[in-house]
Nanobody
Framework: QVQLVESGGGLVQAGGSLRLSCQAS?????MGWYRQRPGKQREMVAT???????DYADLTKGRFTISRHNAKHTVDLEMASLEVEDTAVYYC???????????WGQGTQVTVLS
């Protein structure tokens, strides 16, 4: 089973920035980030394939950037101009080639203060 280790969550003032990182135990076709805000369903934030194809949700509003480092089996999410509404548990996401199951990290808390 694929293991995902997340880092970079924390407390930040509104307008500030954070960088999240996720490391997988091996090469994965698609990696990225989802988030779950209080009282809401988990939602996609951004994903990136091993070939560099990215997908961003509208919620990013151009503020987030995802980057993939295949040699290190990692994916980063650079978050800028953070808003209180970005407060959530952020989960690393990974899916292999073909009809492979989805894997999730444990989640890392991001709290944005006004």
């Amino acid at each position: 089973q694929v293991q995902l280790v997340e880092s970079g969550g924390g407390l930040v003032q509104a307008g500030g920035s954070l960088r999240l990182s996720c490391q997988a135990s091996g090469m994965i076709f698609k990696m990225g980030w989802y988030r779950q805000r209080p009282g809401k369903q988990r939602e996609m934030v951004a994903t990136c394939t091993s070939g560099g194809t990215t997908d961003y949700a509208d919620l990013t509003k151009g503020r987030f950037t995802i980057s993939r480092h295949n040699a290190k089996h990692t994916v980063d999410l650079e978050m800028a101009s953070l808003e209180v509404e970005d407060t959530a548990v952020y989960y690393c996401y990974a899916r292999g080639w073909g009809n492979a199951p989805v894997h999730w990290g444990q989640g890392t808390q991001v709290t944005v203060l006004s």
